[in-house]
């Protein structure tokens, strides 16, 4: 079934909405990039962290990320976005892919990675979109040109 014009305005802002969470993050502008969250924010991020417990809540994401990567420089790119609307509340699906160049002494050195974000929105209040849940899977990893998720066994 082909979308309703009010339907294709809101999936344009939630690509908006993704677009800023990309580009914030990159510009470590971090207090515009927690308004892209809903308060009560679950992240999961299982194959970068092996760990499935989901994160809850903008602020304890935030500020637990911001330490990890302000001072590393990032590129974000989402692509291929799907979308669909349901009133209030909307899912969507992008391949990712993403560089980080850590610093020396952390021994990744250039690190880049491919895969999918699985994300729920929500129309708050104000009638902004916010990402109300997110899961990002990943297809690779690699570290310096090294593959380290999925992890190589020998």
Request: net charge negative; proline share 6%.
């Amino acid at each position: 079934m082909a979308a309703t014009p009010e339907e294709l305005v809101d999936i344009e802002a939630i690509r908006q909405l993704k677009a800023r969470y990309f580009r914030l993050m990159d510009q470590k502008q971090w207090d515009d990039w927690r308004d892209v969250f809903v308060e009560d924010v679950e992240i999961r991020t299982p194959d970068d962290t092996g760990d499935p417990t989901p994160i809850i809540g903008r602020d304890v994401f935030v500020d637990g990320l911001v330490p990890m990567i302000d001072a590393v420089p990032t590129v974000h790119h989402g692509h291929m976005s799907e979308i669909a609307v349901d009133g209030d509340a909307a899912t969507g699906v992008w391949s990712m892919e993403d560089h980080l160049w850590w610093p020396p002494e952390s021994g990744l050195g250039h690190m880049w990675g491919t895969g999918w974000y699985e994300e729920t929105y929500r129309r708050c209040a104000d009638g902004a979109w916010r990402i109300a849940t997110m899961l990002l899977r990943r297809v690779r990893i690699e570290a310096d040109g090294a593959q380290i998720f999925p992890r190589v066994v020998a």
